[in-house]
């Protein structure tokens, strides 16, 4: 049974860091593509990173280029989205999302996942 179970969440002030983590079980996840997507309240859904570990492709958006990082562990199965700079218009609930099936570019991330975690809330605000 597939699982993803992110954390990490929380209240941060302007410019601060957070480091989301989604927790992976029932698949292999060096197989699977892993993307972050967000979405704030009133607003749709958006990704915000994507990685396919197994040929080393990543992708960001435009609005988080150079300020977050996507990482995996695939010995603890384990996804990392390191967010520095925090915003307030960074805040939204983030979700975690694998696909066996899911082509990863720099330059494209289809939000056509499988899989779901429940999300974390991240609430930039001072």
């Known amino acids: 049974q597939v699982q993803l179970v992110e954390s990490g969440g929380g209240l941060v002030q302007p410019g601060g860091s957070l480091r989301l983590s989604c927790a992976t079980s029932?698949?292999?996840?060096?197989?699977?593509?892993i993307g972050w997507f967000r979405q704030a309240p009133g607003k749709e859904r958006e990704g915000v990173s994507c990685i396919r570990s197994s040929i080393g492709a990543t992708y960001y958006a435009d609005s988080v280029k150079g300020r977050f990082t996507v990482s995996t562990d695939n010995a603890k199965n384990k996804v990392y989205l390191q967010m520095n700079s925090l915003k307030p218009e960074d805040t939204a609930v983030y979700y975690c999302?694998?696909?066996?099936?899911?082509?990863?570019?720099?330059?494209?991330?289809?939000?056509?996942?499988?899989?779901w975690g429940q999300g974390t809330q991240v609430t930039v605000s001072s």
């Open positions: 999302a694998a696909d066996p099936r899911v082509v990863v570019t720099t330059t494209r991330c289809p939000s056509l996942f499988d899989y």
């Open positions: 029932g698949f292999t996840l060096g197989n699977h593509a």
